[in-house]
């Protein structure tokens, strides 16, 4: 039975419902990231949610806060699920280095070597881009696309590798990492407001101080340090990817050429910029990973196929030359053969005329 794509994948990445799923190699991180999400929401939900159900003029609506708590934590985790268990980009692998691009140099050798360049350029937005070949992947890689040194893979529009969803953030994946740090930046905001409110109850209900109502309620107090501290995290995240939004850049742009003053080709304009990234359809996986393997033969690299036809064309000659050489013998056998008849014959003739 033939194997699929995603049994034999060269790179790190771990997948499960049979291909369905492609995680990064450090997926167990992502337990972590659930149960930081999760517990201060049960904890929020147990504490001060059921406390502050008779706090409304209508019974049922104190409920409003538990459910929003839950149905929108629900919501982030879906975020968190398609930003980490989707295809974020990868380029597929070449078999072989590009044919097209081999030169050959001599270098004072009988036989000549291949060589190709280590980059070239190609336009962008009407400008020349240099573009890198990828050893591992054997490929030029495409504008804006990196190699993931966890993951083993080429990422299109590669921003980086985040250990807290457990996989790149690539071109595929990009718009829900941002809405997933957004969504938990609210969340955070959430959780500190209601909490906040219950110690105003609880300091009204009491008539005393904010001492008193952190003593009747630690759960809050412990809740709203939690966000305020997850708030300094999630939060700047999500101010500085709306810089990069605008600016249309990547993380690992914004780092590594940070210094160089360079333009930036794909700055189309804020508006654009955001539009392009909230408003482009997400463009289909380049790999098929529950497709079966096909045993393809690829073609040789330039050189072999020469020496292919070098050996080939040689071999021709070796058996024409046979060829030649089994003609000429069996003529030289019929001539003897002749030779011998004419013999005979004049032997018969002479011997008839004697008697």
Not at 20 to 27: E, Q, V
Not at 155 to 183: A, K
Not at 195 to 205: G, R
Not at 312 to 338: F, T
Request: aromatic share 12%; charged share 20%.
């Amino acid at each position: 039975m033939a194997k699929r794509v995603y049994e034999v994948w060269k790179g790190r990445n771990k997948f499960f419902l049979g291909g369905r799923l492609i995680f990064g190699p450090d997926a167990k991180s992502l337990l972590a990231t659930v149960s930081l999400i999760v517990v201060p929401v049960i904890i929020f939900c147990i504490f001060v949610g059921r406390h502050l159900r008779h706090e409304f003029s209508s019974y049922n609506a104190g409920y409003a806060i538990i459910v929003a708590a839950i149905v929108y934590t629900i919501y982030v985790l879906v975020l968190l699920l398609l930003t980490s268990a989707r295809d974020p980009g990868i380029v597929p692998r070449n078999s072989h280095p590009p044919e097209e691009e081999f030169t050959y140099e001599t270098g004072g050798r009988q036989t000549p070597s291949l060589q190709f360049p280590r980059t070239k350029e190609v336009m962008v937005n009407g400008i020349s881009v240099r573009v890198k070949y990828c050893d591992t992947c054997m490929l030029y890689r495409p504008p804006r696309c990196s190699h993931c040194s966890v993951c083993n893979n080429c990422v299109e529009r590669f921003d980086h590798h985040c250990p807290w969803v457990g996989q790149c953030i690539g071109m595929r994946n990009y718009l829900f990492f941002f809405l997933f740090v957004s969504s938990s930046t609210l969340l955070c905001i959430y959780i500190f407001s209601m909490s906040a409110y219950y110690m105003k109850v609880l300091m009204d209900d009491n008539e005393g101080t904010v001492w008193k109502a952190m003593k009747d309620s630690p759960a809050s107090v412990v809740l709203m340090a939690y966000c305020f501290i997850s708030l300094w995290f999630v939060g700047g995240l999500t101010g500085f990817h709306l810089y990069l939004i605008g600016s249309n850049q990547t993380t690992y742009e914004n780092f590594r050429y940070r210094s160089d003053n360079r333009y930036n080709v794909y700055n189309r304009g804020c508006v654009n910029n955001f539009l392009e990234i909230f408003c482009t359809k997400i463009k289909p996986s380049r790999n098929k990973f529950r497709d079966s393997v096909q045993e393809v033969q690829q073609p040789p690299p330039a050189a072999a196929r020469e020496s292919a036809t070098n050996d080939a064309g040689l071999e021709d000659r070796r058996v024409k030359v046979e060829d030649d050489m089994d003609i000429g013998g069996d003529l030289l056998k019929i001539s003897q053969r002749h030779n011998i008849d004419g013999i005979e014959s004049d032997i018969r003739s002479r011997g008839n005329g004697e008697s």
